[in-house]
């Protein structure tokens, strides 16, 4: 699986922006997809995550009421929903596909994209 996210930009706070990434490969709707992001100097965080039905997500609490994720099977395309957005969601942003239960460890995450940055200016 390649995985190849857009999307990101500049963007002043209490903006919105909404990433994508791009799957290659058939087997996109058997994956759980991710978000995970790493700010300059600090380590990478998870963001979200959805299950290959769409009907189970998880978020990181810095996220939650904020972000939404979701996905299109038909398009091989998973969508972060980014609203409210602060200063210190500034980062590169990763998306990622495993096979397991929506998580927050990027280590049951198997494929990882190229990232997409994200500026939030005060």
């Known amino acids: 699986v390649q995985l190849q996210a857009s999307g990101g930009g500049l963007v002043q706070a209490g903006g919105s922006l909404r990433l994508s990434c791009v799957a290659s490969?058939?087997?996109?709707?058997?994956?759980?997809m991710g978000w995970f992001r790493q700010a300059p100097g600090k380590e990478r965080e998870s963001v979200a995550a959805?299950?290959?039905?769409?009907?189970?997500?998880y978020y990181a609490d810095s996220v939650k009421g904020r972000f939404t994720i979701s996905r299109d099977n038909t398009e091989n395309t998973v969508y972060l929903q980014m609203n409210s957005l602060k200063p210190e969601d500034t980062a590169v942003y990763y998306c990622?596909?495993?096979?397991?239960?929506?998580?927050?460890?990027?280590?049951?995450?198997?494929?990882w994209g190229q990232g997409t940055l994200v500026t939030v200016s005060s």
């Open positions: 990622a596909a495993g096979s397991g239960a929506p998580s927050g460890r990027g280590t049951d995450y198997d494929y």
């Open positions: 490969g058939r087997t996109f709707r058997s994956y759980t």
């Open positions: 959805i299950m290959w039905s769409g009907d189970w997500t």
